[in-house]
């Protein structure tokens, strides 16, 4: 999986050089072992591995060549890596983004189309490099987790109903610290059968009472995790319990697990922390990261996705002070294909687009995490406006069974209507520095491209 960090200076050049790198891979002989071994390993084995949750290996050339065609189809339409994401709309710098270059999905597409050789066999493809199927996906950024938060453990038959787990956790911190990274990782084979796994925060109060302090982070089926920007604190309080909410979907969407009982199933929460000193720097500000609910198109209050029929929601969010908005995270079930992000300003009238996945599934979830130079700004007022669209017709490869009324609810086969959206709370000073410093960013650019 790749960072792309690409500035909108360099985009019009990228583009060019992806079509100019595409027309030469019609024009060439395309092989293997020369151009495409790198880009799977890249970018696929990852998954597509022993151990891995792909449903078949590409770890070498015999693994792949029997799937070359249907790699060429899933890649030209970009169903695979997948990371429903679509390009050219709004924000396109992205922290984890999966997506392939115009010029990889080319180079494959012309191999595919050339009879898929392996070529020259003195030349040696780069070795993947694979980090640990089972292992935390920031390890080899920040090291093992500073604390692992696990669930208890629950045998779970391969096929069944939805069951729901909620019980409270103590991970047992004694002081607050602020949250670089996190991840939730179901442990081993509960990956088959974990749909999501969300965990609150929550502090006794003065009286001894529970309370919920906030939202700690949220996992659905794909998700790799989240990162802060600098200059933010996700706060873990000291002594707090967290409360999962776990709901697992035996022989759900993505199960791969064998064996009719799926034995000891536990969730684990990683949780990697800033030093002690971060929190006392001035230009801290605060993160969190909420459910934001989309109401707007609701019949009667309830969310109703008829047979052979569509649905779209809406949802409007507004602050009282300026914020930046760091993550977005659309989330519904088997019947939602489409989500976007909007930024409505009262002031103009004007709609400015910020991200749309127009092929959305419930069998990969991501947080899209923006770039910290490019994360929306919302001046106090400005207006999210969050939409989501549903198809239960036979068009949708999701869709279990198009004849059925579709309400709102928890169970796989209800539907669900909100995202996740991380937010850095600023005041009018640091509000005013980030439009600043974006402003001479741009500037700049503009300089130096008058110069070329």
Known sequence: MKNVRQTSALLGGAVALALGMGAQAQEREVTYNGDVAQIINEN????????????????????????????????????????AYDQHVGIQDLEGDWRLADEEIETIVAWVEQGAPLGDTDIVPPVADLPDANGWTFEPMFGEP????????????????????KEFTDPKLTEDRCIKAVQVKPRGDAKAVVHHAN????????????????????YAMGKWGELMPDGVCRTMPANSLVRWDIHMFPGGVGATAEGGMIKDNVVEIGLWF?????????????????????????????????????????GFHSFDHPVRIDSFQPHGHLRMNAA??????????????????????????????????????????????IKQWYDNTADNPNNPDPDQWVYGGSRTGDEMSHAWIAVTHLDDEGFDQLVAERREREERSLAGSDDD
């Open 340 to 385: 976007s992000l909007e930024k409505f300003d009262p002031k103009t009238g004007r709609t400015t687009p910020i991200s749309q996945i127009s092929n959305w599934s419930a069998t990969w979830h991501h947080s899209h995490i923006y770039d910290s130079d490019v994360a929306p700004l919302l001046a106090p007022g400005e207006v999210l406006v």
């Open 274 to 314: 800033h030093d002690d000193e971060f929190a006392e720097r001035e230009d801290i500000y605060q993160q969190d990261l909420r459910l934001y609910p989309l109401r707007e198109g609701y019949e009667n209050g309830h969310l109703i996705v008829p047979p052979h029929g569509y649905t779209m929601t809406q």
């Open 146 to 165: 500073h604390l692992i938060v696990p669930s208890m453990a629950y045998d779970i038959p391969a096929n069944g109903n939805d069951l729901w787990s």
């Open 44 to 83: 696929c084995v990852v998954c597509h591995r022993e151990g891995g949750v792909g449903p078949m290996q590409f770890e070498n050339y015999d693994q792949v060549r029997p799937w070359a065609p249907l790699i060429s189809y899933k890649v030209e339409n970009r169903e695979m890596p997948p990371y």
């Open 199 to 218: 965990s609150d925060v929550y502090v006794y109060d003065d009286e001894g009472e529970l309370q919920q302090y906030g939202q700690l982070t949220e």
